[in-house]
């Protein structure tokens, strides 16, 4: 099986060629550095995949997780922009396709939130 960060960031290669490839590489460097901080915050239960591809905080995190947590929000709205400007997709489409996708690869246990907003923990 392919790890989710695996294919995500085969996706930024794949369908966003329009972020600069430095700017992607260094995308590409930062999200595989706050995945394992990342994923202990979904494992506890404090964050969540949001209906829009989207963290979504779900408990009390510390200031320094915040901002994690927002610095990884802006870097997959940057690789959603450059998506929707080269597939000629609304934004809205591709974050919406992400959160199906996250949905399916993520772990059990993890807090998602479905198209009309609801949240439920995966099985």
Do not use: C
Request: hydrophobic fraction near 40%.
């Amino acid at each position: 099986m392919i790890p989710r960060i695996t294919i995500f960031l085969l996706s930024l290669f794949v369908f966003a060629p329009l972020v600069h490839s430095q700017d992607l590489g260094q995308i590409r460097n930062q999200m595989a550095e706050r995945l394992p901080a990342i994923d202990d915050l979904k494992e506890d239960g404090l964050i969540g995949e949001s209906k829009d591809g989207l963290l979504s905080i779900r408990g009390s995190i510390s200031p320094e997780q915040r901002k994690m947590v927002e610095a990884e929000n802006k870097d997959r709205m940057t690789v959603y922009n450059a998506i929707a400007k080269q597939t000629g997709q609304p934004v809205s489409k591709v974050q919406e396709q992400r959160a199906a996708q996250l949905a399916k690869t993520s772990a059990p246990g993890v807090w998602l939130q479905d198209a009309k907003g609801n949240w439920y923990q995966k099985k």
